[in-house]
């Protein structure tokens, strides 16, 4: 979906800032609403259907985890979650873990809020498009006997994946290359290393191979967590 075709709910319980937000996104998209609290939100959400919800944090009555985890309830069409906060309130791999697809830290500027909003709301199939990053200097190359036998190191969510790390690495633009070797699956692209952790790191994929898209599309389909963690995430994969 393009942004300029999508209905945009803004949550903060801040006025000035939540008049802000609603300015930048009034001309890039079709409608734009505004929500004082994860209860007013909820209040929308029931009578409006929404494309994209961005959503402070820490916010009185309801808070945007708190948000999110009814948005996780709601049923099998949900709006895309986008969270922008000041605080330290939440770990970026547990915000993706529970569904957001981005975590941006305030005070943020518009163009990179825009640009968040409109990758978030592509489907995984367009958004896997997007051109390589040829200076990309990490690698990751990983070998499993199949998709089963790997459930412990590796599981994906429906915008990336949380993989064992075997090595030390750093947060950057990372090539990646997953072979699952019973299934024939050879998953290859590049992504973004969101999050890291001593024994383990969460990839956002932003592009894949023509030959690895459709296996990749296959495994992270209905699929709720945006990069899960592996130990809550093990079941998750189709074999």
Not at 196 to 201: A, D, S, V
Request: glycine residues 10%; negative net charge.
């Amino acid at each position: 979906m393009n942004l300029n075709d999508a209905t945009v709910l803004i949550v903060d319980d801040e006025p000035l800032l939540l008049d802000i937000v609603c300015e930048w996104f009034g001309p890039a998209a079709a409608r734009v609403l505004g929500a004082g609290n994860g209860m007013q939100a909820l209040q929308v959400l029931s009578s409006v259907r929404c494309d994209l919800v961005v959503s402070d944090i820490r916010m009185p009555v309801m808070g945007g985890l708190a948000l999110l985890e009814k948005i996780s309830e709601s049923g099998p069409v949900k709006p895309t979650v986008i969270f922008a906060s000041g605080f330290g309130d939440i770990e970026p791999r547990d915000a993706y873990a529970r569904g957001a697809s981005a975590v941006l830290e305030k005070p943020v500027e518009c163009r990179t809020l825009l640009h968040a909003a409109r990758q978030s709301l592509l489907a995984g199939s367009e958004r896997w498009r997007w051109p390589a990053d040829s200076g990309a200097m990490l690698t990751l190359r990983r070998s499993f006997e199949s998709l089963a036998a790997a459930t412990h190191e590796v599981a994906f969510g429906r915008g990336g994946f949380c993989i064992a790390a075997d090595r030390p690495m750093k947060t950057g633009v990372v090539n990646f290359e997953l072979d699952f070797k019973a299934e024939h699956h050879v998953l290859a692209g590049q992504g973004i290393i969101r999050w890291l952790e001593q024994r383990e790191m969460g990839v956002e994929v932003t592009c894949v191979s023509e030959g690895s898209r459709a296996s990749l599309l296959q495994l992270t389909t209905g699929l709720t967590s945006y990069i899960p963690r592996t130990a809550e995430a093990a079941g998750q994969i189709a074999v």
